[in-house]
DNA sequence: TTGTAGGCGTTATCAA
DNA sequence: TTGATAACGCCTACAA
């Protein structure tokens, strides 16, 4: 009967029809739970991120759920937001025994986390951020950052402001490292030497980005453009400059799916397939049984609209 | 030994403190799933949402974690984004003999799939919108509504005109329904006679209210004011007005995190809290195990900004 | 307070 | 191709 119900092959036809029937006429299914325990396969994805509400990381789990629903694997959400949570996950490490593959999205991991994540013994694929052993989907965030930096030079923009995060615990996540790398060496690459002032450091999200304008605007020497890490951030940098009438050329980072109405220039990457791409790695890994990490780039978009422009015009205007 | 690992309060502190210990040196832990499975309680409740990846949604589901994570309780999501996830999950009701408890955010059931629903037994909280025999947290749709409408018929205008919602099947969901209702009562109460031409049905999103807006626009009479069923769609009546250089009156719903940035009059409720206290109740009907559903009523708040002013204003200066 | 048998609903294995 | 029978790892109940 079990065979029949997983659709195993050595069955007759005849004996397939009839189990199919009596299974249809008590209207049973099969308990995942038992099958879970008897099969020690828990057809179930830990994914961990580490602010599940925001846009970015709503794309990703969107992405991933839907290839992960589709191939009946179960999805486990571990919003890992603020101090305490994060303990309480890395003491008790909930996922034990209860996963057959975990997905993290930008998270900053320490050796010793990295170590309790392999120690689970299963695959792992990291969405934004490189964990070693694991499999990788994301961006040449390097590139991409340099490419943004570029497009402001390129302006003739000289005096570039950048806008960069770190989080709760004060860590810089891997992403903001590798945006504000590019940052300091696309200006070093073009003789421009760096001014320590110009880069701020901020939590990540709107507030983050209005405070960190307001306090570049406040400069004696206010840069004419600013590099935001994030779309979010650059969405706080022009509310800034809207409520102080200042102008200040803004480039983001993500095309959030609010910049076209708000006008930002932008580098685009395409969020959802990454979630997509990352539940296809482990879909795979789970159902043919081997596993090598692979790592997947996924490719950018520099997006012009009207939130850049070439420094002359608007200094000239304003000046 | 499991009594010890429980908790429970018949043992010994010397054999609780051995086994404790035992358990340690071996970094022993309880197999979820074969506790499951003696018990019978799953310790997990199923999330279904329509959208996962949208704001509102976000919200909802971040809210549920936090309350869930915090009691080691598992938040399985289904995302029923489009038909065939739907009727994937109608079909095989993969929630049956796996979650203890549903949590489902505004979703539109037919009668049979809430009979479905029913079926598993388990408690059910709906949020945003209303299932017989189900727990309930949301707001008044129908006041909230009105108070919108109310303030544009305070600021004199008359012509108003509404972007409502439908969804893949066509299916005006609750909340579309309510809002609308409570446009067209409120204009009857002000002696308004409602235009057929004046009410937009779209598919939720950025894009259909640009597309509302652009329609409106296009009437021989078009309107000084708009109510848009939510922020969203309000964000792309503003985009059309900016990209055609017109100007309508514009007042949303929800207060997305955004709406401060682009000045958009709405109507506030809090969606984090909702799904915490949604999840809440699930909780205390999963521990307690007795279970009355209730109706949890949410306040609102008319959220006064810039994208609303008296109807004499705009259009004597535009006419 | 502690030990022990029985059962939870499958899968996997081995005969038949 | 089929039927029967051990695991799977825990919880519950009952006995000691």
């Known amino acids: 009967m079990s065979r029949t119900l997983r659709g195993l092959p050595n069955v007759s036809d005849e004996t397939r029809d009839r189990v199919l029937q009596a299974a249809a006429s008590l209207s049973y299914v099969v308990s995942p739970?038992?099958?879970?325990?008897?099969s020690?396969?828990?057809?179930?994805?830990?994914?961990?991120?580490?602010?599940?509400?925001?846009?970015?990381?709503?794309?990703?789990?969107?992405?991933?759920?839907?290839?992960?629903?589709?191939?009946?694997?179960?999805?486990?959400?571990?919003?890992?937001a603020d101090i305490p949570a994060r303990q309480r996950f890395f003491g008790a490490l909930p996922l034990r025994r209860r996963v057959d593959a975990v997905l993290?999205?930008?998270?900053?991991?320490?050796?010793?986390?990295?170590?309790?994540?392999?120690?689970?013994?299963?695959?792992?694929?990291?969405?934004?951020?490189?964990?070693?052993?694991a499999g990788c989907v994301r961006i040449d965030d390097m590139a991409a950052a340099a490419t943004a930096v570029q497009h402001l030079l390129a302006l003739g923009h000289r005096r570039i402001g950048m806008?960069?995060?770190?989080n709760d615990q004060s860590m810089f996540l891997p992403v903001a490292h590798a945006r504000r790398r590019a940052y300091v060496e696309t200006l070093a690459v073009a003789g421009i030497p760096i001014a320590e002032e110009l880069v701020m450091s901020v939590p990540h999200g709107m507030d983050g980005g209005e405070q960190a304008m307001r306090r570049l605007l406040a400069l004696p020497d206010p840069p004419t453009a600013v590099f935001a890490e994030s779309d979010e951030l650059a969405f706080g940098a022009l509310s800034a400059l809207r409520r102080t009438g200042r102008h200040v050329s803004v480039i983001g980072f993500d095309d959030h799916e609010l910049s076209a109405l708000l006008?930002?220039?932008?580098?685009?990457?395409?969020?959802?397939?990454?979630?997509?791409?990352?539940a296809g790695m482990l879909r795979r890994a789970m159902t043919t049984g081997d596993w090598t990490p692979e790592e997947l780039l996924m490719p950018t978009t520099l997006v012009l609209r009207a939130s850049t422009w070439p420094v002359a015009v608007r200094t000239a205007g304003a000046g």
């Open 33 to 38: 739970i038992a099958s879970r325990l008897a």
């Open 40 to 80: 020690g396969r828990t057809h179930t994805v830990g994914v961990i991120v580490p602010y599940a509400s925001r846009w970015f990381f709503g794309q990703i789990v969107a992405g991933a759920e839907s290839v992960l629903r589709e191939h009946s694997l179960d999805l486990l959400l571990y919003n890992l």
């Open 263 to 278: 006008d930002l220039t932008t580098v685009r990457q395409r969020v959802f397939e990454q979630g997509v791409l990352a």
């Open 163 to 166: 806008i960069s995060t770190f």
């Open 104 to 133: 993290t999205v930008a998270m900053q991991f320490t050796d010793a986390e990295i170590a309790d994540m392999m120690s689970l013994g299963v695959p792992i694929v990291a969405v934004g951020h490189n964990v070693p052993g």
